[in-house]
């Protein structure tokens, strides 16, 4: 049985949104930014960010696979669905829910920088840098959390738990 221990509140990640948005609103209003999300973790915190951003973006997913099932990466990053929209002269915003490792969000990096945007960023709500196996850049950041495997809004254990509105700490 799966005990599940709150370590971020719904109220307080709602909070770190809003700050998160108004700081991109200010940097990208005159932009037209690209928002490339990283399937699936991403889906809730994009959208949740995108209403609250409240300036015109477009928005595009890509999905790459690492973990497989349970809770270690499997340290082989799979391209499971590319980008459609032409990424060229863009002002690309990569939103990623998590970055562990570090070995998703440095083969997003390089996928779109090889299409040549205006610029590149990264977006991610949690970062867990006990994780990381490679240095990445992190742009705008949500949390910095410990080392442990977090379950809700949108991330989750074995494809469960991807709807609690809370960030929560999975004990067994
Ligand atoms: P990385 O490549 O190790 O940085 O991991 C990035 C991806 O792994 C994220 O986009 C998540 O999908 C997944 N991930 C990493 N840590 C966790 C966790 O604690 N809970 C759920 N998913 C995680």
């Known amino acids: 049985m799966n005990k599940l221990k709150v370590l971020i ?25 690209l928002l490339i999300g990283a399937l699936k973790g991403c889906f809730v915190f994009m959208s949740d960010l995108v209403r609250k951003l409240d300036i015109p973006v477009e928005v595009d997913f890509i999905k790459v696979s690492s973990y497989g099932i349970g809770t270690h990466s499997s340290g082989k990053i799979k391209l499971e669905h590319g980008t459609k929209t032409p990424i060229e002269g863009r002002h690309v915003l990569v939103i990623e829910d998590i970055v562990d490792t570090g070995l998703t969000v440095r083969f997003l990096l390089d996928y779109i920088s090889r299409r040549k945007p205006a610029s590149l960023k990264l977006c991610t709500l949690f970062d867990k840098p006990s994780g990381r196996v490679m240095a990445v850049p992190i742009d705008y950041m949500g949390f910095t959390i410990p080392d442990a495997f977090v379950i809700g809004y949108g991330l989750d254990f074995d494809e469960k738990f991807r709807y609690l509105p809370d960030l929560c700490i999975l004990e067994d």
């Open 9 to 33: 509140s719904k109220e307080e990640i709602e909070k770190k949104v809003t700050e998160l948005a108004a700081e991109l609103r200010e940097d990208y209003h005159e932009k037209n930014p």
